[in-house]
């Protein structure tokens, strides 16, 4: 026992639920070691988690311990005061040397958590990595908990692990994605015009789908042999494989203390270029989250450059954004240095990245068995964070890599912020993987993320995720009609689709999200913001296609050849330093005086959909936006956000230039084809050819296809193919005499409507389709919404206001302030009345 002269932070703790009470107990020969108070004379910038070092290393003080439960160890760090520093802290096993768990976040606020069995024995290492703070206070604790996918005490649970399968379901329209997100399934990023990927983690999903009347085809059988098989090819390929073609040369994913220790690597050796920071809010877990700004004189954040923001992982299992967005550190780095157009891009831009948006469930995810099952207990696939107050009272308990809940609890981050949220396409229920959250801006990750983009004039925003293969840009309902930025939109979307082979389209398109990253930041700020969805294999495939090739655009990519990710990024970080692609102040200022932006305003949420199907009126969410330029004296130049945010901006329209086309009748021809439940596999149909013209004779925003037929117990399916042969959109439904394809904006040319007899009620008396036609409608006008501006002030370095001035600034315009801040300016206005 520990005598109680020494004062060591040992916690009784009570895994409710999951384990019973254990208190701690430190095995250390001396009084000194037993102390909860590392220390160390001086710092030494290195990785805590590489080995475990000697007793009386510089910089390093330990502790050992032995685990008296077969569960979690937890090692946390605290400051022992306010004086700056940076500790890390890892845990090894001191028979193999072997490394448990670590952290390496920046400051002393550090988690290192893993599982560990009864009578381990462990080394606890502090590492003192930067700043004047010679100590740092330690927990350690040890959480007894229950197998992983055992039945736990109270909670009733399945006595085998079912195998997890991906499925193909079919899906008509936007209403059949709607009405399929509702069940929910596991649905995946992957999705066309047709149909959607589903995961089933077993029976229970299975007979959810069957019962919904869903089409469906199984594409892989047994998720979790793919999940240990791509596993065993990691290993692999790190062996073999000494240094790969990406600017780090790395060959595995990163753990979360990896990416935090790189990124103040980084800024430790590129002092003048490089700066790491931590986020305002730690997660649920009490973690730090960690990102990396990369400009010219990067200490100077008011130096009035356009913003670029790169951040991934807001999914917990989508390891290669985080890879990607950690390659992308090192291509800015490497490239200022190496690179003629990097430097000059970097000089013009500032570049903020945040590569583990949710730090607690990529951890959590990250060290995980690679099971693959989907399961309750199937760590390694949580796509959520840890939130658990939203959870019924009986899956509250435990922490959150071992909880009764499992990966089911928590909010999806991707889902909680302000734009649409509460509308289609996120779920109420608390286990579902697309839970919205209890309300906007609930969750840390959000409120992060929201407070770096109102503070700063982030002109680009790009998130990433995996996985389809897709660039997606606003809106992500498709109620919501397209911005007046929509051709831009588009033309940027398009141009980083060209070089990774994704295809580029609104998020709407894929199915309807509400509460993303990008329908808050573009709506509320301006800034450009997309979702590029990596790769077409996995949530987090072997690293060797899914980050490798992906990044560097080599085969099996579908951007071999074109230049991958890497080139996309550069697309995105040359619209940053265009003036076009954004709006531009200037004028003149005293040295040493600060400007400032300023503009406070509510939008509305969806009306928010409640559990039981009814709707609530939405929910006003106010933003505030404080942006910052310092004057080095004389002229300046400020790159900014259209003062007139895109929600009330209007909406893209186009004027009709010709009257609509006039309907066209659809013959249907003899005969019946035989029953066809296999198509396009089965090519068996009818195919009735027609024209659609163009101008300057017609103008036609809109194109609907529409049969009938007897009765609802009949089904035909309906698709539409271009001249090329390519199915531009279709109608599938169930329970229905009718089916519509529809398409906007359709291109002049040649098409087909092919008609499937997917079934017949009675074939002895045929129910064959009876009309047909297209029917065409004009483009919708664009409408105009007010004008909005900025209140712009400036004070002078006393922080007295000396100016004040409304600002209005379109996008691609530039705006001069004049001498805003001197009474002289408002002579000249007053001059020009």
């Known amino acids: 026992m520990v005598s109680s002269q020494r004062k060591p932070v040992l916690r009784a703790v009570l895994a409710v639920g999951i384990g019973s009470a254990v208190v701690v107990g430190l095995t250390t020969p001396t009084s000194a070691a037993a102390e909860n108070v590392l220390r160390a004379d001086r710092a030494v910038a290195r990785s805590c988690f590489a080995s475990a070092l000697p007793a009386r290393t510089p910089g390093v003080d330990r502790r050992e311990v032995t685990s008296t439960v077969d569960g979690l160890i937890q090692a946390r760090l605290a400051a022992k005061d306010k004086t700056a520093g940076d500790w890390d802290v890892a845990v090894f096993d001191k028979t193999t040397g072997k490394l448990v768990a670590a952290s390496a976040a920046l400051g002393s606020r550090e988690l290192a958590e893993s599982f560990v069995v009864k009578g381990q024995q462990l080394v606890v290492q502090g590492c003192r990595y930067a700043g004047d703070a010679r100590s740092a206070v330690l927990g350690v604790d040890f959480l007894a908990i229950t197998p992983q996918g055992t039945p736990t005490p109270g909670v009733a649970a399945k006595t085998a692990p079912e195998q997890a399968e991906l499925v193909r379901v079919a899906t008509a329209d936007q209403q059949d994605k709607n009405k399929l997100l509702g069940l929910g399934l596991d649905v995946t990023e992957k999705a066309d015009a047709t149909g959607v990927d589903v995961v089933l983690a077993g029976a229970d999903d299975r007979k959810v789908l069957q019962d919904s009347g869903f089409r469906f085809e199984v594409l892989n059988p047994d998720l979790s042999a793919t999940s240990r098989d791509n596993a065993r090819k990691d290993v692999e390929f790190a062996e073999r494989t000494k240094v790969t073609g990406l600017p780090s040369g790395r060959t595995t994913y990163r753990h979360l203390w990896e990416y935090d220790f790189e990124m103040k690597e980084l800024a430790r050796k590129n002092p003048g270029l490089v700066q790491a920071f931590t986020l305002p809010h730690p997660t649920v877990e009490g973690v730090d989250v960690v990102g990396v700004e990369i400009a010219a004189n990067v200490a100077n954040k008011a130096d009035g450059k356009p913003v670029n923001l790169l951040m991934a992982t807001h999914h917990a299992r989508e390891w290669p954004s985080a890879e990607h967005a950690m390659e992308w550190v090192y291509e800015l780095v490497d490239g200022y240095a190496h690179d003629t157009e990097i430097r000059d891009l970097v000089k013009r831009t500032r570049n903020i990245v945040v590569p583990v948006v949710n730090a607690d469930g990529f951890s959590i995810s990250r060290e995980a068995e ?108 498709f109620g919501t009609r397209p ?351």
Not at 391 to 410: D, F, H, I, L, M
Not at 559 to 571: E, I, P, T, V
Not at 645 to 662: D, K, L, N, S, T
């Open 370 to 477: 690679p099971k693959g099952d989907f399961s309750r207990f199937d760590y390694e696939m949580k796509r959520k964070n840890c939130q658990a107050s939203d959870s019924p009272e009986q899956y509250r308990t435990g922490v959150c890599k071992a909880n009764p809940a499992g990966a089911q609890r928590g909010t999806d981050p991707n889902r909680n912020y302000a734009g649409f949220w509460g509308g289609a396409g996120a779920t109420t229920s608390w286990s579902g993987e697309t839970f919205r959250g209890a309300a906007p801006f609930s969750e840390p990750e959000t409120r992060n993320i929201r407070e770096l983009v109102s503070a700063r004039q982030v002109t680009n925003l790009l998130t990433l995720h995996t996985y389809s293969g897709l660039v997606l840009r606003v809106p992500g309902v």
């Open 483 to 833: 911005p007046l930025d929509e051709p831009a939109n588009k033309a940027l979307g398009d141009l980083m689709a060209s070089r990774n082979g994704y295809t580029s389209q609104p998020s709407w398109a894929l199915y309807d999200t509400s509460g993303t990253t990008e329908d808050w930041s573009y709506w509320a700020t301006g800034g450009y913001g997309y979702t590029m969805e990596i790769g077409l294999d996995g949530f987090h495939p072997p690293y060797e296609t899914g980050v490798v090739a992906e990044y560097l655009g080599q085969a099996p990519a579908p951007g071999a050849g074109k230049g991958g990710n890497r080139a996309a990024f550069l697309d995105m970080l040359r619209n940053a330093a265009t003036p076009a692609a954004h709006s531009t102040l200037t004028g003149t200022a005293p040295r040493g005086y600060e400007l400032a932006l300023h503009k406070s305003f509510q939008t509305p949420t969806s009306p928010v959909r409640q559990p039981d199907g009814s709707t609530a009126p939405p929910i006003y969410v106010q933003d505030t936006l404080d942006s910052k330029l310092t004057a080095t004296g004389g002229k300046f130049s400020w790159a900014v956000n259209p003062s007139t945010r895109p929600y009330v901006a209007g909406r893209y329209g186009r004027e009709p230039q010709a009257p609509p086309q006039q309907s066209i009748q659809l013959a249907n021809p003899a005969g019946v084809p035989a029953e066809n439940t296999r198509f396009p596999v089965d090519q068996t149909a009818e195919r009735i050819p027609f024209t659609i013209k163009g101008m300057p004779e017609v103008d036609n925003g809109k194109v609907a296809v529409t049969v009938d037929w007897g009765t609802t117990a009949t089904d035909w399916d309906l698709y539409i193919v271009d001249a090329s042969g390519q199915t531009v959109t279709s109608s599938a439904s169930g329970g229905t005499n009718t089916e519509t394809a529809v398409l906007y904006d359709p291109p002049a040319g040649e098409y087909t409507a092919v008609l499937v007899n997917f079934h017949q009620a009675d074939p002895s008396v045929v129910d064959d389709w009876g009309r047909g036609r297209a029917q065409f409608e004009s483009p919708v006008p664009p409408t105009y919404g007010p004008k909005e501006s900025y209140t712009l002030t400036c004070k002078d370095r006393r922080g007295k206001i000396v100016g004040l001035a409304d600002v209005y600034v379109d996008r691609g315009q530039t705006v001069d302030v004049g001498a805003v801040c001197t009474d002289s300016a408002r002579e000249t206005k007053a001059r020009k009345k």
